[in-house]
Structure formats: C-alpha cells, structure tokens
C-alpha cells in the first residue's frame, strides 16, 4: 500500500472557521505564535510569545488567507503596518464574542487516526438493559 501524502489541512479549516464566523456576524480572531519563523507582527503587542489579531474585514485591509499564509494591513497605536503569518504560526481562530472557533495541532503534528485494523478488533460494549 502506497502512502499519499496530502497538503495541510489548515489553510482550508481556518478559511472555512472565518467564513462561518463573519456569517454569523461575530468577530474572527487569530492566535499566532510570534516566535516562529518568518512572523511579522508588531512586536510591541506580543504576550508570552503569542499575538492575537483581528482580522475581521472592518478591521483589516488586503486580507489573503492562502495556502502558506495570512497576510493584511492594520493598524497599530495609529500607524498601518503589513501583518504576515505563516499557516504554521496560527495556532487557532475563533469569535471574539463567545470563544467559539478551532486550535489546530502544533506544526508537523497530526491528529490520530485509527486504522481499520484498530478498528476491527473493536468490539461493542452494549449489553441489554431490562
């Protein structure tokens, strides 16, 4: 069996968790790792290595959320600045009003899966209740 190795994922979940969103009128945060590489974000709004952005549409300008990257303008304490974001560097978004959203898994990591061989040798815990 040949293994196919797919591209990520993440690109596609954070496009689709912003549309779903900014379709319900909530407004979409990231969280970024600012320490990874190739992050430009201002560095005076860093905390604990991590950034959150606003990227809804009233506040940002030019937003690209592509296959590599997240990129915009904003404005930072009165002055526009070209926000970039490596996919590898957004560590989850969500809605600002109740939290609601997606973390996506460190960078190289996978979720489980189970195989069908670990799924065949389940068998089913169900017993008749009188």
């Known amino acids: 069996m040949t293994t196919i190795v797919m591209s990520s994922n993440r690109p596609y979940l954070l496009r689709a968790m912003y549309e779903w969103i900014a379709d319900n009128g909530m407004t979409p945060y990231i969280l970024v790792d600012a320490a990874a590489p190739d992050v430009n974000v201002p560095r005076s709004a860093i905390k604990d290595g991590r950034i959150v952005l606003n990227i809804a549409a009233r506040a940002v ?67 008749v209740v009188k």
């Open 61 to 127: 300008a030019q937003l690209e959320l592509g296959k590599d990257r997240v990129s915009f303008m904003a404005r930072f304490s009165g002055v526009s600045q070209v926000v970039e974001v490596p996919m590898g560097a957004v560590l989850a978004i969500y809605a600002q009003e109740n939290g609601q959203g997606m973390m996506f898994p460190a960078e190289g990591q996978t979720p489980p899966t189970s195989t069908p061989d670990a799924a065949a040798k389940k068998t089913p815990h169900l017993r």
